[in-house]
């Protein structure tokens, strides 16, 4: 089991920065990579960014690259979102998520909200 712990959202104007966090607790040996996903309003859930665990390589949504960047503190077994430049269709529930190996199993936080002004 890997428990997931999500920090850092809340209210910005548009332009705004903000930065979430998530920290990851229990078989974090066994993490292949990390990343995000939000939910818009209304709408379904749609991928963000992913950090692989071990070599740091990084993927992120059109919609985002440029404006967004995904980090981890491995001594914290933690992933971060450094959210730059943020737009009103940026507005959503972020949820952070952990795939393991040795199973393949995926892991999802609590969600957090973000809210961008316009």
């Known amino acids: 089991q890997v428990q997931l712990v999500e920090s850092g959202g809340g209210l910005v104007h548009a332009g705004g920065s903000l930065r979430l966090s998530c920290a990851a607790s229990?078989?974090?040996?066994?993490?292949?990579?990390m990343g995000w996903y939000r939910r818009p309003p209304g709408k379904e859930r749609e991928f963000v960014a992913l950090i692989t665990w071990s070599d740091g390589g990084t993927n992120y949504a059109d919609s985002v690259k440029g404006r967004f960047t995904i980090s981890t503190d491995n001594t914290k077994n933690t992933v971060y979102l450094q959210m730059n430049s943020l737009k009103h269709e940026d507005t959503a529930v972020y949820y952070c998520?952990?795939?393991?190996?040795?199973?393949?199993?995926?892991?999802w936080g609590q969600g957090t909200q973000v809210t961008v002004s316009s």
């Open positions: 998520y952990a795939l393991t190996t040795g199973p393949t199993q995926r892991y």
């Open positions: 229990g078989r974090t040996f066994s993490l292949y990579n």
